[in-house]
T-cell receptor, first 116, second 112 residues
Framework: AQKITQTQPGMFVQEKEAVTLDCTYD???????LFWYKQPSSGEMIFLIY??????QNATEGRYSLNFQKARKSANLVISASQLGDSAMYFC?????????????FGSGTRLSIRP | SQTIHQWPATLVQPVGSPLSLECTVE??????LYWYRQAAGRGLQLLFY??????ISSEVPQNLSASRPQDRQFILSSKKLLLSDSGFYLC???????????FGQGTRLTVV
C-alpha cells in the first residue's frame, strides 16, 4: 500500500531564509510520481512541483525545488528565499503508475509560518 | 483550457438530511476524478476516485457514496448526514498530458 508521511506539523522560518519541508513515502510501485501542493487559508490547492520516479534530475520551479532521494524514499520540498506569502499549509502527495487506475494520496501536511 | 467547477462553496445541513455535492470538469475528456475530505487543520483523505463513467473506487467505508453519471461529472452523496461528515470537501481531476491533480474551490460542509 502507498503511504505519505510528513513529520513536521508546523514550522516557523524567518523571511528570506531557505526552508526544507520533509516528506517520506512508501510504495511497492517502480513507477510513481511525487507532488507538492500549497494550501493558503482560502482553502484552494495550488500545485507547486512534480517529480517522476524515473527523473534523474531534481525538479525545480522558480523558488521551489524538490530534493528527491529515491533510495531513502524521500521527496523534500526546498523553498529558497522565503516570503511572507509563503505562509500556508504544504502537502506532499504521490500517485502510482501513470495508468487509468492510479489514485493520488496526500500526507498530513506541514503548516509553514514566515516571520517578518 | 481546462476548468473544474464545484458547488456549493458552503453548506449547512442538519443531521439526518441528504447531501449532494456536484463537480464538473470542462476542457478535457475521460479525466480521472477524485473526492477528498479535509478535517480542520488536517490532511486530505481520499474518499472516492473514478477512472470512467460508472467506475467508482471507494477508499474509506463510510456514510457517503459517489457517482459518475457523465464523463466529466462527479457527484458525492449521502442519504443521511452524520455530525462526523462535517469538513472541507474537495473535488479534483487529473489526466491528459498532465500528471498532477487540479482542484475545485471546495465545499465547506457543516452538519448541525
Amino acid at each position: 500500500a502507498q503511504k505519505i508521511t510528513q513529520t513536521q506539523p508546523g514550522m516557523f522560518v524567518q523571511e528570506k531564509e531557505a526552508v526544507t519541508l520533509d516528506c517520506t513515502y512508501d510504495t511497492s510501485d517502480q513507477s510513481y510520481g511525487l507532488f507538492w501542493y500549497k494550501q493558503p487559508s482560502s482553502g484552494e490547492m495550488i500545485f507547486l512541483i512534480y517529480q517522476g520516479s524515473y527523473d534523474e534530475q531534481n525538479a525545480t520551479e522558480g523558488r521551489y525545488s524538490l530534493n528527491f532521494q529515491k533510495a531513502r524514499k524521500s521527496a523534500n520540498l526546498v523553498i529558497s528565499a522565503s516570503q511572507l506569502g509563503d505562509s500556508a499549509m504544504y502537502f506532499c502527495a504521490m500517485r502510482g503508475p501513470y495508468s487509468s487506475a492510479s489514485k493520488i494520496i496526500f500526507g498530513s501536511g506541514t503548516r509553514l509560518s514566515i516571520r517578518p | 483550457s481546462q476548468t473544474i467547477h464545484q458547488w456549493p462553496a458552503t453548506l449547512v445541513q442538519p443531521v439526518g438530511s441528504p447531501l449532494s455535492l456536484e463537480c464538473t470538469v470542462e476542457g478535457t475528456s475521460n479525466p480521472n476524478l477524485y473526492w477528498y475530505r479535509q478535517a480542520a487543520g488536517r490532511g486530505l483523505q481520499l474518499l472516492f476516485y473514478s477512472v470512467g463513467i460508472g467506475q467508482i473506487s471507494s477508499e474509506v467505508p463510510q456514510n457517503l457514496s459517489a457517482s459518475r453519471p457523465q464523463d466529466r461529472q462527479f457527484i458525492l452523496s449521502s442519504k443521511k448526514l452524520l455530525l462526523s461528515d462535517s469538513g472541507f470537501y474537495l473535488c479534483a481531476w487529473s489526466g491528459g498530458r498532465r500528471t498532477e491533480a487540479f482542484f475545485g474551490q471546495g465545499t465547506r460542509l457543516t452538519v448541525v
